[in-house]
């Protein structure tokens, strides 16, 4: 069996002391293995030790039990014995291990397509339960560079557009955009994506290729949204002006290339890595106001503040 027959999952999103309704598989020295059949249960001391020792590469589903896992996840969602914080750790890890498929995926259109349910979902529990959001950020630290920095960047934009006041289709568009932004890392060397530590000249050449990357894949898929398109090409540019790929600046960037690039920056200032210490978010709003504010639209930076307040006041 190759793994390109299974997807990840995380434990955190298995609930115990219940029958699970699909197998679950192990990846131990280059081999699949049986770890629990369907049907059977897992005490609560084995998730939560097991989940704690797990890297996010370790336990898996078969492709023929997506849907499966889908709904089982959804029966969580809608549990009235689980409590929402919980749930939004489960909303996290089941998205972000369902993303790392996603974005493995050759077939961008079709990643854009199965990513509706993930942002419906998102938006669903932002609804329902505000007091729960900022848990969907703080929770689960895999690799910074994929999944969760582009999980996050999309609960900061969708926050962001509720804010500035957009339409349900509209924000759904906004979730699949935030989400796939830097979908041109695809093609950009894995050492740079994941060096440990701050990129040489000619590196970081590379890595200011990534819009113009990801509108090239964009483009070789049909019925791809400009809006989609905008906010992977543009979420580098600036709002005064001396930004990337285009230099453009002010309306002449699309909404969504402008609330990216707030969200994305704001989260790589917040955000733990190798050779950085995370700001505290209200230092790194000081920052992009006093510092930085050219690069962003200024009624954007304004809304954001009412978004993390919210969160803050939740939490």
Excluded at 145 to 154: A, E, K, L, M, R
């Amino acid at each position: 069996m190759s793994t390109n027959d299974f997807f990840r999952i995380r434990l955190s999103t298995i609930r115990p002391l219940e029958a699970i309704p699909f197998d679950i598989f192990i990846y131990i020295d280059s081999k699949m293995i049986n770890y629990l059949k369907q049907g059977g249960i897992m005490k609560t001391e084995k998730v939560v030790s097991l989940h704690q020792k797990d890297t996010g590469e370790s336990f898996y589903v078969g492709m023929k039990d997506k849907q499966l896992y889908r709904d089982y996840v959804k029966s969580s969602m809608n549990s009235v014995t689980i409590s929402n914080n919980d749930k939004a750790a489960i909303l996290r890890e089941s998205s972000i291990a369902l993303l790392e498929d996603l974005f493995e995926n050759p077939d961008v259109g079709q990643a854009l397509m199965d990513s509706k349910p993930i942002v419906s979902d998102l938006l669903k529990f932002m609804e329902i339960a505000p007091e729960s959001i900022s848990n969907l950020i703080s929770l689960s630290g895999h690799d910074f560079y994929t999944y969760n920095h582009s999980f996050d960047v999309s609960i900061y934009s969708l926050g962001l557009g509720q804010a500035l006041g957009f339409d349900k289709k509209t924000l759904e568009e906004l979730g699949q955009s935030s989400l796939f932004h830097d979908v041109g890392k695809r093609n950009v060397s894995l050492d740079i994506l994941c060096k440990k530590g701050p990129l040489d000249e000619n590196e970081w050449a590379q890595m200011r290729m990534h819009p113009q990357f990801g509108l090239k894949i964009l483009n070789e898929q049909p019925n791809i949204s400009e809006a989609i398109r905008a906010a992977c090409y543009e979420h580098h540019e600036s709002w005064s002006g001396g930004g990337y790929p285009q230099d453009i600046s002010g309306h002449e960037i699309h909404p969504f290339g402008r609330i990216v690039a707030l969200t994305d920056t704001y989260d790589a200032m917040t955000t733990q890595r190798s050779y950085n210490v995370p700001m505290k978010p209200s230092e790194a709003l000081t920052m992009m106001k006093e510092k930085l504010s050219g690069r962003f639209d200024p009624d954007m930076l304004k809304a954001m503040y009412s978004v993390l307040f919210k969160m803050k006041a939740a939490s």
